[in-house]
């Protein structure tokens, strides 16, 4: 089947694959070949790739959406890259500053769904960095 | 007749504002090229999202999203006027405020020439310091410009903050609808105004399937009405999005052709100017000689 995954900036990834595991937000799960329809909501997390010889590939996805039709999958979702693409660093400076503002949200009226939105994505991308860099 | 040397300061300046004016064209040309890549990458989201809306809110029921609705009956109608940060851009500028003027009138807001005035059934947002200067200066209340950071530099990040704003006014009553008026691109040498509205959103048709059916046959997860409150901010943010990308192509197209006149404009002159410089040239050495020739004359 053909695994779409799009991002306002670009497609990330237009390829055959035989098996996907999605972060969903109702949990992770997986969509073999020929799948029944499906609309979901996508959480931030990992989606692992089994490609036709069996090799696994992870990518960090963002929010967004996956449509399962006609045995393409497509992902819609803010960003997403390849875990080796992951900046580690910048992952944990946005995780530090999440927190802070967290943190002070008591004092300022800050954008809390943002706020925490933008604490997930972090804290899924270190992880996911972590977990494969190791 | 001016002096020699006077011309030919002249033809130096002319010269260096050519030099000026075609490298403003060539760079012009390579932010259109980067505009319209970006447009073009955005073109699969886009479609895929307004794909999923539109199968989404033919199966929700009715009032399941306040976004899809009329808000506050009495309150203003907000109006996004996409313009420039600078200017040598054409008529780019005056004919988004043009179109401005004619939305305006043609919703009795305001009656033609009748000068200054911030009618208080709108709230205007503004994109572009060009617009906002045009606007502030005539009196108009801005309700917001978002002057942070430069159009040039706006991510799809910062496209977002912008549009939650908007909708956070939307939602607080501040606004009943939400025009977006900015200029559409059509091709490289068409661009024109053009007035999208953002709120409430108008959910694009379904692509129409074998029947047309109002029916979702596939699993949805969690559910509808979930998808639909997370799925209706991505598609306002998306749409935004586009509508900025486009008006920025569209810009540096404009910016384009201006500066492309202004290096023509610049040569035609240098040309005539030459033409003037050797004509009094000649003129000069003919005189010159005649001189000579007469004293040469006057001692035999």
Not at chain 2, 124 to 152: T, W
Not at chain 2, 158 to 178: M, P, T
Not at chain 2, 242 to 256: G, I, Q, V
Request: charge should be positive; charged fraction near 30%.
């Amino acid at each position: 089947m053909r695994l779409l995954v799009i991002t306002p900036e670009k497609v990330v990834l237009d390829r055959e694959v035989d098996s996907v595991r999605i972060p969903g937000t109702e949990g992770s799960f997986g969509v073999l070949s020929h799948h029944a329809p499906l609309l979901a909501a996508v959480e931030p997390g990992e989606l692992t790739v089994t490609e036709k010889g069996g090799n696994h590939t992870s990518f960090f996805v963002a929010d967004g959406f996956v449509e399962v039709g006609k045995n393409v999958v497509r992902l819609v979702v803010d960003s997403g890259e390849p875990v080796t693409d992951i900046d580690l660093k910048r992952a944990e400076e946005s995780e530090k500053r999440a927190r802070e503002r967290l943190a002070a949200r008591v004092k300022t009226d800050i954008d809390l769904p943002r706020a925490e939105g933008a604490l997930r994505r972090a804290l899924q991308r270190t992880k996911l960095a972590r977990k494969y860099r190791m | 007749m001016a002096s020699l040397r006077d011309i030919r300061r002249r033809i130096k300046s002319v010269s260096s504002i050519k030099q000026i004016t075609r490298a403003m064209e060539m760079v012009a040309t390579t932010k259109l090229r980067r505009f319209q890549g970006r447009a073009q990458a955005s073109r699969p989201f886009a479609n895929q999202i307004e794909a999923i809306v539109g199968k989404l809110a033919a199966v929700a029921p009715e009032g399941s999203s306040r976004l899809l609705q009329q808000g506050a009956k009495d309150a203003p109608v907000g109006i996004v006027v996409v313009t420039s940060d600078r200017g040598l851009c054409g008529a780019y500028n005056t004919n988004l405020l043009a179109s401005l003027h004619r939305y305006l009138e043609s919703r009795g807001f305001e009656t033609k020439g009748a000068g200054p005035a911030s009618p208080k059934n709108v709230r205007l947002y503004v994109f572009g310091k060009k617009g906002y200067m045009y606007l502030s200066k005539r009196g108009y209340e801005v309700a917001r410009y978002f002057a942070e950071p430069p159009l040039e530099k706006f991510s799809y990040q910062d496209v977002r903050v912008a549009a939650k704003q908007l909708v956070k006014d939307f939602e607080a009553g501040a606004i009943s609808e939400l025009q977006i008026l900015s200029t559409r691109f059509e091709s490289m040498v068409t661009y024109k105004p053009g007035r999208a509205q953002w709120l409430p959103v108008e959910p694009p048709k379904a692509a129409a399937g074998a029947g047309g059916e109002a029916t979702l046959d596939a699993i949805v997860e969690p559910n509808v009405q979930f998808l639909l409150d997370k799925l209706v901010p991505k598609y306002l943010e998306m749409k935004l999005w586009n509508l900025l990308l486009e008006a920025l192509t569209s810009e540096y197209a404009s910016r384009r052709v201006s500066m492309k006149n202004a290096t023509d404009a610049a040569e035609e002159m240098r040309y005539s100017l030459l033409r003037t410089y050797n004509r009094a040239r000649q003129e000069n050495i003919t005189k010159q000689l005649l001189e000579i020739v007469g004293g040469a004359e006057a001692l035999r």
